[in-house]
Nanobody, 123 residues
């Protein structure tokens, strides 16, 4: 069982940056593929980025590539999402998730989910 808690969301102006964190419980954090997803109002939850258990492999949604960076610190049981050059359309609730399969953007392939953190980008 893994519990995930996101933090770091908030209100930011377009063009600004935020770093999200996701703290995980348990002693087997490094075994999990970690993903970030987001859900905007009225839209389906979508894949943002994923990172392998060791952190050596990453994958991004095309629309976030070059602006977002996923990383992890297995010593701290934490995964991060650095978001730069934020746009209005990045406004969403951001979720982290843990799974065992690399590489997959499918929600159903992730076993554990956090409660989400709100990111609002203003003009």
């Amino acid at each position: 069982q893994v519990q995930l808690v996101e933090s770091g969301g908030g209100l930011v102006q377009a063009g600004g940056s935020l770093r999200l964190s996701c703290a995980a419980s348990g002693r087997t954090f490094s075994r999990y593929v970690m993903g970030w997803f987001r859900q905007a109002p009225g839209k389906e939850r979508e894949f943002v980025a994923a990172i392998s258990g060791s952190g050596s492999n990453t994958h991004y949604s095309d629309s976030m590539k070059g602006r977002f960076t996923i990383s992890r610190d297995n010593g701290k049981n934490t995964v991060y999402l650095q978001m730069n050059s934020l746009k209005l359309e990045d406004t969403a609730v951001y979720y982290c998730a843990a799974g065992s399969r690399w590489y997959t953007p499918r929600l159903g392939d992730y076993d554990y989910w956090g409660q989400g953190t709100q990111v609002t980008v203003s003009s």
